[in-house]
């Protein structure tokens, strides 16, 4: 998805009558559906000069493509400037500028990869990625997620231009452990015009009329590599995942953290907030990978079985059972270990933690607190709008509670990068403010590069989720727990517990595979919960919603007690008194159904056996655009929340 896009020729003679900013905001209010701030609309007036002023040179042809603002499926992370043409022996070309308004850098951390720099985002120091870092991540997207990249061999050549900035002797930004970034993604500085417009000259020789960014734009995108097929590799030592802005600095800033722990023999808790698709598991997966090849002894540890299941049974043949059972374990496990016995923990699904472990409940104290007086080092992957049940007490506050009591100290980051949902936060946004979980600005899912269908039969779903399966078995049914599971019946592939009489409809809950009904080659024809998808991700997902969860006096309610008494997620319920049920109840129904309709990378199916329910999603699909301003162009955002991650603050 392109905001802007022309010819070098029409580019500069917006600039030339002072309208790129303007041009800009138009497309972005009708590509995004809401108004840039001050600061960001501020920043293409400035940015757009110093780009003019580069490519202000007779040999760089008129019609050479320009694209600003381009967005990259399925990350939503977005690239500043983008150049495109031919080489004089015909390759298709294609630059990729990241526009940095930073004018002083600080010392540099002896993390590798985190500055920090002075920006506008608030007036204040910001830890950041290094420019050409984070333009050779943004190539490696856009290089592993479109097929016409590769079809049509387009070059990708990232760089970085920091307009405002002067190189100094010994400069913090082009010190050694900087130079393999700045080898892949040159960095270009203040007086260094002439050497960029060098660089875009040496790729691009004849101009293309904007066909090459046509071919990059209709690209078809392939889905993002799923943690569990990828994780025998990165065991291994291999790089899978390209972490990217939030996700490498708080990957770097753990992984310093871990290693001053065990060396200054202190103890220290991470607390690592994001909602569906931010990343988490990639992060854990990543950190537990590298902590492992430090020497360190290092686990990973949820409180969900399904996961786990998935990753043992990647794994088979290529460990030894031992190795991955140590590798992988459940929250439970840890109720009797001494203090500090373990050198790391990286807790996944932290808020899936409960406060006793054991089958009945009944061994140790808290989760949470057994997990960090186990470890020197415990880091914490949290969404507490993924809680379901009424046993889980994962939260930031219980986290810190404990933390403070084991005298440990605490550092709290948030990811923001979208993975999941063709990488559209918005989809995300738009689905809390579907569901009265919150209010969003997102009224509307148009523009979103997400299959989001609502289906007047649940045979119709299942069968256009058993079709998207033939691909790879990477598409699955999932619903509400509003149907009775009898323990007699779960091996009995022909007892049908899901029925819906009027549609003649039957399906079993997932049979023998349990945990691993992610992998199995018939499970297509079962319907999973959300005891066995949370954690995991598909390809596409089929949502059945049951009586739980209705559309009623112009609002979604819920209702409990149409729960299935064989679910033990609301187990205990009656012990509060009617107000405090109704809050609790809603908000783990809501909870489960937001965590089922986002398991699905590129599109969700829903069923809804409420028709009132049914009738207003459609509504919902086709509300007309309604252009959002910004609640404060002065907002201050957390010390993680870095300018080129933020919408209000594009070129820092």
């Not at 374990?329 to 808020?351: P, T, W």
């Not at 470890?375 to 219980?398: A, Y």
């Amino acid at each position: 998805m392109i905001v802007y896009e022309g010819v070098k020729e029409s580019f500069i003679e917006d600039v030339n009558l002072g309208l790129i900013a303007d041009e800009i905001r138009e497309k972005y209010i009708e590509v995004i559906h809401r108004r840039p701030s001050t600061p960001e609309f501020n920043s293409w007036k400035n940015s757009m000069q110093y780009m003019r002023g580069v490519l202000d040179d007779n040999e760089i042809p008129n019609n050479m493509g320009i694209a600003i603002e381009y967005n990259i499926p399925p990350t939503g992370c977005r690239i500043d400037f983008l150049m495109s043409g031919y080489s004089q022996n015909n390759s298709h070309e294609a630059i990729i500028v990241e526009l940095k308004q930073w004018d002083e850098c600080a010392e540099v951390d002896k993390v590798d990869g985190i500055y920090k720099v002075n920006t506008y985002t608030g007036g204040a120091l910001r830890n950041v990625n290094h420019p050409s870092y984070q333009a050779m991540t943004y190539a490696n997207l856009i290089r592993d997620y479109n097929t016409n990249i590769e079809n049509k061999r387009i070059n990708i050549r990232p760089c970085a231009f920091l307009h405002n900035y002067y190189f100094t002797d010994n400069d913090p930004l082009l010190r050694e452990p900087y130079q393999e970034y700045i080898k892949e993604a040159p960095i270009f500085a203040h007086s260094d015009v002439l050497k960029l417009r060098e660089f875009i000259k040496k790729y691009i020789e004849i101009g293309d009329d904007k066909e090459v960014l046509y071919e990059i734009e209709k690209g078809k995108i392939k889905p993002s590599k799923m943690l569990q097929d990828t994780l025998e590799n990165m065991l291994n030592g291999n790089k899978e995942f390209y972490m990217i802005d939030s996700q490498n600095i708080v990957y770097q800033y753990a992984l310093k953290i871990a290693i001053d722990t065990l060396e200054s023999n202190e103890k220290n808790v991470i607390i690592v907030k994001g909602g569906p698709g931010t990343g988490k598991s990639v992060l854990a997966i990543n950190l537990l990978v590298e902590l492992n090849k430090k020497d360190m002894t290092c686990f990973y540890v949820t409180k969900n079985s399904a996961p786990r299941g998935v990753y043992s049974t990647k794994l088979k043949g290529k460990f030894t059972k031992k190795y991955i059972e140590h590798l992988f374990q459940g929250s439970g496990k840890f109720y009797d270990e001494r203090n500090n016995a373990i050198d790391c923990l990286v807790v996944d699904e932290a808020h899936r933690l409960t406060e006793k472990s054991g089958y009945h409940s009944n061994l140790g104290e808290n989760q949470v607190k057994e997990l960090i007086n186990a470890s020197r080092f415990s880091i914490f992957f949290l969404d507490e709008n993924q809680r379901v049940t009424l046993k889980d007490i994962g939260s930031e506050e219980l986290i810190k509670k404990y933390a403070n009591e084991l005298g440990a100290k605490i550092n709290i980051y948030e990811l923001d990068s979208q993975f999941r949902c063709n990488g559209s936060d918005g989809y995300l946004a738009w689905l809390d403010n579907v569901l009265e979980i919150r209010e969003t600005a997102n009224f509307d899912i148009d523009g979103f590069n997400y299959e989001f269908k609502i289906f007047d039969n649940p045979n119709e779903l299942r069968d256009a989720i058993e079709e998207k399966n033939k691909v790879n078995n990477k598409s699955r049914v999932v619903a509400g727990y509003c149907w009775e599971w009898p323990k007699k019946y779960r091996n009995n592939p022909n007892y049908k517990d899901i029925k819906i009489q009027e549609y003649n409809f039957e399906m079993s809950w997932n049979l023998e595979e349990g945990e691993l009904f992610a992998l199995g080659e018939n499970t297509v024809k079962q319907a999973g919960c959300i005891h066995t998808t949370q954690g995991l991700e598909f390809d596409y997902v089929g949502v059945i919603v049951g009586d739980d969860m209705r559309y009623e006096g112009n609002h979604i309610v819920t209702d409990y007690k149409k729960r299935a008494k064989t679910d033990q997620s609301l187990y205990g319920i009656g012990k509060y008194n009617e107000n405090d049920r109704k809050k609790i109840t809603d908000e783990i129904i809501k909870n489960t159904y937001r965590t089922l309709m986002t398991r699905g990378m590129k599109g969700c199916y829903v069923f809804c056996t409420d028709k009132n329910l049914s009738e207003y999603l459609k509504r919902r699909l086709n509300q007309s655009n309604e252009i959002i301003y910004p609640i404060d162009d002065n907002e201050n955002y957390s010390d993680l929340k870095v300018a080129e991650e933020s919408e209000e603050y594009r070129y820092e």
